[in-house]
């Protein structure tokens, strides 16, 4: 079985500062990882994906996400947070033999403060 | 733009209905699946279809049901509707089955039942 923990439902951050949202996973084999982004009244938008390559991934608009197996972590960062990148954000896990479905975390609300 | 449809955008009707959901994969994609999100369960897997079969399922109820055409594009069932189905309904394309396949999601249909 695999499944997603996002630590913190509400994250507010200050423009220019950087951003920390954080997910550890659970899974009997080796996942591929994605973090995707819904925008008010939006559909899911890919941000980044692991996927057993480098542990370091780069997303688009400034994102990445660090996959470190020891910790079952794939914390979701960026440098500098822009007022458009409040949003919510789902950590997403998937697992050859699974099915193949993603089970989807339960979201993290990001603010962005002017 | 992801490249997916979905229509309708909104959806109201009375709980006892049955109403479809339809969906279009982008154009290289043979994978299609279904996704509910509501406030209280957040984001689930319902249904995946690769190339008109299905392949696994998920958290959908019997009085759910979907299919995949000849053309790939996929319809979402929901009869004898409650209050309890409201919610937005998503569905995602892939090219592949396998867990590295990135889904791209549709904008959603928002079903309200009243």
């Known amino acids: 079985a695999q499944s997603v923990t996002q630590l913190d439902s509400h994250v507010s951050v200050s423009e220019g500062t950087p951003v920390l949202l954080r997910c550890n996973y659970s899974s009997s084999y080796s996942p591929s990882l994605f973090w995707y982004v819904q925008h008010p009244n939006k559909g899911l938008q890919l941000l980044l994906k692991?996927?057993?390559?480098?542990?370091l991934v780069k997303g688009i608009n400034g994102f990445e996400a660090e996959f470190k197996k020891s910790e079952t972590s794939f914390h979701l960062t960026k440098p500098s947070a822009h007022m458009s990148d409040a949003a919510e954000y789902f950590c997403?896990?998937?697992?050859?033999?699974?099915?193949?479905?993603?089970?989807f975390g339960s979201g993290t609300q990001l603010t962005v403060l002017p | 733009d992801s490249g997916v449809t979905q229509t309708p955008k909104h959806l109201i009707t009375a709980t006892g209905q049955r109403v479809t959901l339809r969906c279009s994969p982008r154009s290289e994609d043979l994978s299609v699946y279904w996704y509910q999100q509501s406030l209280d369960q957040g984001l689930q897997f319902l249904i995946h279809?690769?190339?008109?079969?299905?392949?696994a399922k998920g958290n959908i109820l019997e009085r759910f049901s979907a299919q995949q055409f000849p053309d790939l594009h996929s319809e979402l069932n929901l009869s004898s509707l409650e209050l309890g189905d409201s919610a937005l309904y998503f569905c995602a394309s892939s090219a592949g089955t396998g867990s590295i396949h990135e889904q791209y999601f549709g904008p959603g249909t928002r079903l309200t039942v009243t």
């Open positions: 997403v896990v998937s697992v050859a033999g699974s099915a193949r479905q993603l089970t």
């Open positions: 279809y690769y190339n008109g079969e299905e392949r």
């Open positions: 692991y996927t057993s390559a480098a542990t």
